[in-house]
């Protein structure tokens, strides 16, 4: 099992910065995935926003590609997200998540909420805001 705690988010006018946090208890296995996810005020939906590999390649959703960068320590157990030039349409409930089950990242944005439900770890997660 896995435990996830996010921390780092609040509050920022447009246009500032935050670096979130997330911290991964237990035994991460090397075909586990790390992502970002986020769900805005009054959506029931993830959004995926950014994905990590055991190799450190990369994926982010359009919406973010430029501004966000999601980045993990050598152990696996502490990835980040540093998200510059932020808009108010970010405000949201950010996650950070394990997935398994995947052959690499390419999908790990659009995956179904089915899917996420059954082979992914989720943290509690921590709110951004950013005011205009």
């Not at 099992?1 to 447009?14: D, N, P, R, Y």
């Not at 590999?53 to 359009?62: E, G, Q, R, V």
């Not at 919406?63 to 696996?76: A, E, K, P, Y």
Request: charged share 20%; hydrophobic share 35%; net charge neutral.
């Amino acid at each position: 099992q896995l435990h996830l705690a996010e921390s780092g988010g609040g509050s920022v006018q447009s246009g500032g910065s935050l670096r979130l946090s997330c911290r991964v208890s237990g035994s991460m296995d090397a075909a586990y995935r790390l992502a970002w996810f986020r769900r805005g005020p009054g959506s029931g939906r993830r959004e995926g926003v950014a994905g990590i590999d055991s190799d450190n390649s990369t994926i982010y959703a359009d919406s973010v590609q430029g501004r966000f960068t999601i980045s993990q320590d050598n152990t696996r157990n502490n990835v980040f997200l540093q998200m510059n030039s932020l808009k108010p349409e970010d405000t949201a409930m950010y996650f950070c998540a394990v997935i398994s089950g995947l052959r690499d990242i390419s999908r790990i944005l659009r995956l179904s909420d089915d899917y996420l439900d059954r082979f992914g770890w989720w943290g509690q997660g921590t709110q951004v805001t950013v005011s205009s």
